[in-house]
């Protein structure tokens, strides 16, 4: 094989950038600490669909935050409330922002009604700010606050959750996202973070079990389940960046409609252009945030969702029995009789079943009306809704559809 210097002169690009990759933690970790003070740079925020950004001083020379741990009253969604657990009053908490070089430091106050801790997930920094109460802290009491402070060594976006009875805490709702922004601005016009998680919650309850280990029954975007997700609002010709994180049980396959995306990152580092490859489902495992980029060059409404189907219902009785093609005809009456309340449901599919009564504080197995009826959909789903020269990313409202570009009935030969 033989290699000219123009072949030579042509992968320098590559080489450096695979130089930058392969550089350690360790001397990442030595550029920041050897920096002039703290990066403390602007950036672009990133957009927390149904959240928040947790707000910051600069103190002594560090970004200064405070976590609040404690219970809370969460709507998963219009008609259902949920003791949830959380931080600064809502689930996920708010998104922490920094910048790579930042000195940060984190109060977090404990008003949960046992002990807790916080783990940086996918962050470097010293063994003693780790967060795994027992084996690198004591555990923080109830009433008690403990601070973290470290400088931060690397970009990306990460996640923050408690090290301490995870099982129940987490599953309670208690997780959030760290962003940490390079020091040279990114060429992205919007940036969504988007935490994955699952719960169960026993129709006509709001307290989640954590317990449960398989059998859930709801899915959220954000602590948020479909119709009250909120949209993602783009301009045709953004460059838009999605993160997911998963800190549920499962795996979730999210998947896009009318576009394609690149999977450029995870929260162990960029993935470098030559490895990134196109696709339309991202699957998201346990434990991870997986980021995908895109150009928005489609107008629409286009749907965005996990595509487990069952990830896109709300509050299923996985218990009932299969009754499709049952002739139940006089059935009900019957048992009218000793549950006046009862309904037949199930022998042409479950469709036309999306608001039939159902106990109190829990959601419709489907919910939500578009332009054309309703979306039989929940749990999992939003709307990506891409727009031609729109001055603002409020909602836009339903798109209005060029002539002839609609599916229309036709009638039957």
């Given at each position: 094989m033989n290699i000219t210097r123009r072949?030579?002169?042509?992968?320098?690009?590559?080489?450096?950038?695979?130089?930058?990759?392969l550089k350690s933690p360790r001397a990442i970790a030595a550029q920041a600490e050897a920096s002039n003070g703290p990066a403390h740079l602007s950036f672009k925020p990133v957009v927390s669909p149904n959240g928040a950004t947790l707000p910051w001083t600069i103190k002594n020379g560090a970004?200064?935050?405070h976590l609040i741990a404690e219970p809370i009253k969460?709507?998963?969604?219009?008609?259902m409330v949920i003791n949830a657990w959380g931080y600064n009053g809502r689930t996920p908490g708010p998104t922490i922002e920094a910048?790579?070089?930042?000195r940060v430091r984190i109060y977090v106050h404990n008003k949960l009604p046992e002990r807790t801790s916080v783990h940086w997930h996918g962050i470097f920094l010293p063994n003693g700010m780790d967060g795994v109460a027992g084996l690198t802290q004591p555990h923080i009491e109830p009433g008690e606050t403990y601070v973290y402070e470290f400088v931060l060594k690397q970009h990306g976006v990460f996640m923050?959750?408690?090290h301490s009875d995870e099982m129940v805490e987490i599953a309670l709702g208690m997780m959030g996202f760290f962003v940490i922004h390079p020091r040279a601005a990114e060429a992205v016009d919007r940036h969504f973070v988007i935490m994955l998680h699952e719960w169960?919650?026993?129709?006509?309850?709001g307290t989640p079990n954590p317990n449960v280990m398989t059998d859930f029954n709801l899915f959220t975007f954000n602590s948020r389940a479909w119709p009250g997700t909120d949209p993602l609002v783009v301009r045709r010709g953004d460059r838009v960046r999605i993160t997911l994180g998963n800190l549920s049980m499962d795996s979730h396959p999210i998947h896009i409609h009318g576009h394609?995306?690149?999977?450029?990152?995870?929260d162990g580092g960029t993935i470098p252009p030559s490895a990134r490859i196109p696709m339309t489902t991202i699957n998201v495992p346990p434990g991870t945030t997986q980021t995908v980029e895109w150009i928005a060059d489609a107008p629409g409404d286009w749907a965005f969702h996990c595509h487990k189907s069952h990830h896109t219902m709300n509050a299923m009785n996985h218990a009932l029995p299969n009754v499709l093609g049952v002739n139940q005809r006089g059935v009900e009456e019957k048992i009218r009789k000793v549950l006046p309340e009862y309904m037949a449901m199930g022998e042409t599919g479950m469709g036309d079943m999306m608001d039939m009564g159902r106990?109190?504080?829990?959601?419709?197995?489907?919910?939500?009306?578009g332009p054309f009826g309703p979306i039989e959909m929940g749990g999992m789903f939003t709307v990506i809704k891409v727009r031609e020269g729109i001055k603002s990313y409020e909602d836009p409202g339903w798109y209005k559809h060029p002539p002839n570009t609609v599916a229309r009935r036709v009638p039957e030969k």
């Open positions: 072949d030579l002169l042509g992968a320098m690009p590559l080489l450096a950038a695979g130089a930058a990759l970004k200064e935050f969460h709507e998963v969604a219009p008609g910048v790579e070089g930042d923050y959750h408690p169960s919650v026993e129709p006509g309850t394609r995306f690149w999977h450029v990152g995870t106990p109190k504080n829990t959601l419709p197995m489907m919910a939500g009306n």
